[in-house]
């Protein structure tokens, strides 16, 4: 049964026996493009992208049902072959009896250390798994050691097999793209070039060089290799039980040219001899490269024991700067959770969506939606280089409101969609304006509002509804004036264009269309009548966010922006308008049609008041129509009641939620965002979180599930219904909703409810009995309580955030420090306090909270604000209220950088 335990406080974790838990992988990795997965006995893949595998691609399923590993075998006089990685044939039999090996893990951010010690065969192993920084090489450093009171003599062979090609080609013409290889050894390992690269992108020149290396601590070559898989394991073996080692046959020299074979980067070393509790080393190099030559380079720089060992240090400290938040509660083990948390969105930038065994879909890259919330952490972590992010991803919105759906590898490189197909999603429209707020009131930096941005154009014209056929691949792929110019529009204009589209654009009832799917991609079966009544009211906070965003300008000292000629007809003031389906569409259409190959390029001066005061009314107008059309309430009892927003319509025009002959139809994002929003009344809030309770919470799996079941297939609304329920978008406990729920009840001041939403999630990861997974948040956990698609997942994003923003209370307002906690009493340590080190204004600071009185979440005040010990009275650099206190922006920026700065509040 798995269990870990924290050794530090920096998130590293220690696990006995992972092996007997199935579905186990670790992310190592660096940011120049290799990317790694291992499991507790050496299994996984490498690569660095779709087309470029250097080990064989793995599914989950292909954790336990596949043989080939990064082996490691000890050829013992007398005793026969043991594996250093438990990958032999009697070792695996073992598993699961008294005779097992005892195995010790121990990971930190990106490396990977096994223990296994066997006392059959008097021999220990300890093998390193790491990237560094720099180099696209995954590095094994492999410590052998005598247990044993008599000396061991054996040989060691390294035995890794080098898939090299794209991962297509798992069925796709795999027999056939292995006769495309040409196999080399040189003095320290086995080269693979294939001579062509066949996948989706046809038949190409293959440029790119896989490879196994390896030498001994000390830097010597090794003996000699096996470098096709068929005489590796011979006729009858296998990699659990390779024929060419067991029966001992003659190494390939340096030098050797084979071709048209699946390679082997089997490596043999010199027979040692090791005495009594005597240890020696090996160092494996698994990576790729276009330059044969550079390989050598690599090759060189870590030859050594010494070199590898600084290889890892430095990559320790890579890593520890790049985790610029961290928290210190009375729970040591969710200060550590929280440690993998913050380091989540970095390895979401890395591996994309894609390339970790659960994640066996797409081909990398991140897609819209993702690629803003991970900018969420990176402006608390990092802020230095959002802005120029956040105006890049501008670049991805089209004319009519929508956007490309997938990101290039170039900073503000888009692409319509990889499959070619026009799909809208509608939330796509609501995310960069929640990320461009935090910015903004992060930095204070309002100007990035006004900076000039391009628009995406390609053949997808007016929201998705028709092609522009005169527009072809070779044509700029930006929107054009009618005399042949880029057109530049601001951020600000960008934002107003993708909310008031989708203002325009609603079905039957007069919320937005649904169109392709909306967050929940699996409510796909609706694209003609369908509609996002929860997506409807995160536009409704949206417009709210936007008001106070043209406020800020306004206190700034601006008066007036300029917008596209064309985007006026969007401003229509007029509630009539408002309330006719027809109407709305036939404006829409009218604005497409007149901006969806080129505009005029015209500007036009809009009143910043006059444009506050639009988007205020649309923003009430639809929180009411929801309130007045949406609203389910069920009577239980006079101090219990439960209601719920339908959020909702399938493809036949009907609702989805409310009471039915099945039963209680209740989905967690409709409540999220209409909480989030202040569509919700705060006594709908609390109706809602009664219904919550009553048909969401299953503790057991990790507390809110994403629906109830809704006993039916209804392929009038989307493929989640096709799953079974408890599993993924049905009825899972989906991570990322889970915690937006929990975002949007502190932010309305529900604060033991949101903390609740949080706490069972931790909880749950922490039961690693029934969660089965490292340290970290899971996209969901299925109904058994498994975490499931591990550490690539926006909840980390979210859940940083809310721990931060809103538990802790640090945050940014118009570039001010504000400091609102919210933490419960149990939050706080044995002495009291409770801290957070962040990032803010460019300087390091650590807010300690100081719960002098022991008092609860709503009974404490801000009393006193203490800065590096100096009690700060004056109200130009610190505004005490109640609830919270405004530490002044001139006030920060006058501390000193270098230093970091500490801030003590007193709470009675």
Not at 421 to 438: A, E, K, S
Not at 693 to 715: H, P, S
């Amino acid at each position: 049964m798995l269990s870990y335990q924290f050794t530090d406080n920096k998130g590293t974790f220690r696990v006995i026996d992972p092996e007997n838990t199935s579905y186990l992988y670790f992310p190592i990795a660096n940011e120049t493009g290799m990317k790694s997965s291992v499991t507790p006995l050496l299994g996984g893949d490498c690569k660095m992208d779709q087309n470029s595998f250097v080990l064989q691609p793995v599914s989950s399923e292909d954790l336990h049902n596949n043989k080939v590993s990064r082996n490691f075998w000890c050829d013992i006089e007398g005793k026969g072959l043991w594996s250093a990685t438990g990958m032999s044939m009697h070792q695996l039999s073992n598993q699961l009896t008294q005779k097992k090996e005892k195995t010790l893990l121990d990971a930190g951010m990106l490396y990977h250390t096994m223990y296994r010690v066997s006392d059959e065969y008097g021999i220990g192993s300890k093998i390193l798994s790491f990237v560094p920084i720099e180099d696209n090489v995954e590095i094994m450093k492999v410590d052998i050691r005598n247990i044993s009171n008599e000396n061991l003599e054996f040989t060691a062979t390294a035995a890794i097999p080098i898939y090299g090609r794209s991962a297509d080609n798992i069925r796709d013409h795999r027999h056939v793209t292995s006769l495309l290889h040409r196999i080399e050894t040189r003095e320290y390992g086995v080269y693979v070039k294939p001579t062509f690269s066949f996948d989706e992108r046809g038949h190409q020149k293959n440029e790119m060089t896989y490879y196994v290396a390896g030498c001994t601590g000390e830097g010597n070559k090794p003996e000699g290799f096996y470098p096709v898989v068929e005489e590796y394991i011979g006729e009858g073996g296998d990699f659990l039980r390779p024929t060419a080692i067991l029966n001992k046959q003659q190494v390939v020299k340096k030098d050797c040219s084979l071709n048209g074979y699946e390679a082997m980067g089997a490596i043999q070393f010199e027979r040692m001899v090791l005495r009594p509790q005597e240890e020696c080393s090996f160092i494996l190099l698994i990576g790729l490269d276009k330059d044969p030559d550079s390989i050598q380079e690599v090759i060189k720089r870590y030859d050594t024991v010494a070199k590898v060992e600084k290889a890892y240090n430095e990559m320790q400290r890579h890593w520890d700067k790049k985790k610029n938040v961290s928290i210190q509660t009375g729970d040591s083990k969710f200060n550590n959770f929280m440690q993998w948390v913050s380091f989540q969105p970095i390895l979401r930038r890395i591996y994309g969506c894609s390339f970790l065994p659960h994640h066996d879909y797409g081909k990398g890259g991140r897609g819209w939606r993702d690629l803003w919330q991970d900018c969420l952490a990176l402006t608390l972590m990092d802020p230095s280089g959002v802005r120029e992010a956040i105006c890049n991803n501008y670049a991805g919105v089209r004319m009519d409101g929508s956007n490309a759906t997938i990101i290039g590898e170039k900073p503000g490189e888009f692409i319509a969609d990889r499959n070619n197909i026009t799909r809208v999603w509608m939330d796509h429209g609501f995310w960069p304006l929640v990320t461009t707020d935090l910015y903004i009131q992060q930095t204070g930096d309002l100007s990035i509002l006004l900076e000039k941005v391009t628009y995406f154009k390609d053949k997808q014209i007016e929201r998705g509804e028709a092609i522009d056929s005169n527009w072809n691949s070779f044509d700029s792929k930006c929107m054009m004036t009618e005399d042949g110019k880029v057109y530049e529009g601001s951020v600000l204009e960008h934002i107003l264009l993708e909310n008031l589209t989708a203002f325009y654009d609603v079905g039957d009832h007069n919320h937005m269309r649904l169109r392709g799917a909306d967050w929940n991609d699996a409510l796909d079966m609706a694209n003609e009548r369908g509609e996002s009544v929860a997506f409807t009211a995160a536009y409704a906070g949206n417009f709210d966010t936007l008001t106070r965003l043209c406020k800020q300008l306004m206190l700034s000292g601006i008066d007036e922006v300029e917008i596209a000629e064309e985007i006026l007809i969007l401003l229509k003031q007029d509630v009539e308008l408002y309330e006719s389906v027809t109407q709305k569409k036939s404006l829409l259409k009218e604005y497409c049609e007149g901006s969806s190959k080129r505009i005029s390029g015209k500007l036009r001066r809009v009143s910043l008041d006059e444009l506050m005061n639009n988007l205020k009314q649309k923003a009430e107008w639809i929180k009411q129509h929801i309130r007045d059309n949406e609203w389910i309430e069920e009577n239980q009892t006079e101090t219990d009641n439960h209601g719920w927003f339908n959020g909702y319509y399938d493809n036949a025009g009907e609702k989805v939620e409310g009471l039915f002959e099945q039963g209680i139809r209740m989905m967690l994002t409709s409540q999220v965002f209409a909480i989030m929003s202040g569509t919700a009344t705060s006594e709908q809030v609390k109706m809602m979180t009664n219904a919550a309770d009553a048909y969401l919470y299953k503790a057991e799996v990790g507390g809110y599930r994403l629906n109830t079941d809704f006993k039916e297939l209804k392929l009038n609304l989307g493929r989640m219904f096709g799953f079974a329920y408890g599993h993924k978008e049905n009825g899972a406990v989906f991570s990322h909703m889970t915690v937006m729920y929990a975002n949007a009840l502190y932010k309305r001041g529900f604060v033991k409810e949101g903390y609740k939403a949080i706490e069972t999630l931790y909880r749950q990861v922490s039961n690693a009995e029934v969660s089965k997974i490292y340290p970290g948040i899971p996209e969901y956990f299925n109904d058994k309580g498994r975490g499931m698609y591990h550490y690539l997942t926006g909840a980390a994003s979210w859940l940083m955030l809310t721990v931060v923003t809103q538990m802790f209370g640090v945050r940014g307002l118009g570039g001010d420090l504000l400091i609102e906690p919210k933490l419960l009493n149990e939050q706080f340590n044995q002495a009291k306090t409770a801290s957070i080190s962040t990032i803010f204004a460019e300087h390091n600071l650590e807010v300690v909270l100081v719960n002098e009185a022991d008092r609860e979440y709503g009974e404490y005040q801000v009393a006193e604000v203490y800065v590096n010990d100096k009690l700060i009275t004056e109200q130009d650099k610190v505004v005490i209220n109640k609830e919270y206190c405004i530490c002044k922006k001139e006030y920060i920026q006058s501390l000193v950088k270098e230093m970091s700065q500490q801030i003590k509040v007193i709470l009675r």
